[in-house]
């Protein structure tokens, strides 16, 4: 098992930044890969940005490319999601995911980021 906790989320202004992190425990030399989703009311969970553990790859969804940017310390389990220029859209729960060699996909429970206009 894999447990993941974020921490981070909170409320902030259009055109702000604010940084997310995920802490991940237990079985993590089973991952290959850890991600940022995020879900807002009424839609569904969309993938934001993966980053492979070791640091090399890193993927985005068009709407955060160049906005967001996903890291990684393999030494210590952690990934984190910076955001820049956040807009009211960036609103949702966002949640870390782990990606294991099986295909196993772990999650958090999710933090709450609230952008205002």
């Known amino acids: 098992q894999v447990r993941l906790v974020e921490s981070g989320g909170r409320l902030v202004q259009s055109g702000g930044s604010l940084g997310l992190s995920c802490a991940a425990s237990?079985?993590?030399?089973?991952?290959?890969?850890m991600g940022w989703f995020r879900q807002a009311p009424g839609k569904e969970r969309e993938f934001v940005a993966r980053i492979v553990w070791s640091g090399t790859d890193t993927y985005y969804a068009d709407s955060v490319k160049g906005r967001f940017t996903i890291s990684s310390d393999y030494a210590k389990n952690l990934v984190y999601l910076q955001m820049s220029n956040l807009k009211p859209e960036d609103t949702a729960v966002y949640y870390c995911?782990?990606?294991?060699?099986?295909?196993?996909?772990?999650w958090g429970q999710g933090t709450q980021v609230t952008v205002s206009s």
């Open positions: 237990g079985r993590t030399f089973e991952t290959q890969s």
């Open positions: 995911n782990a990606d294991s060699r099986s295909g196993t996909q772990y």
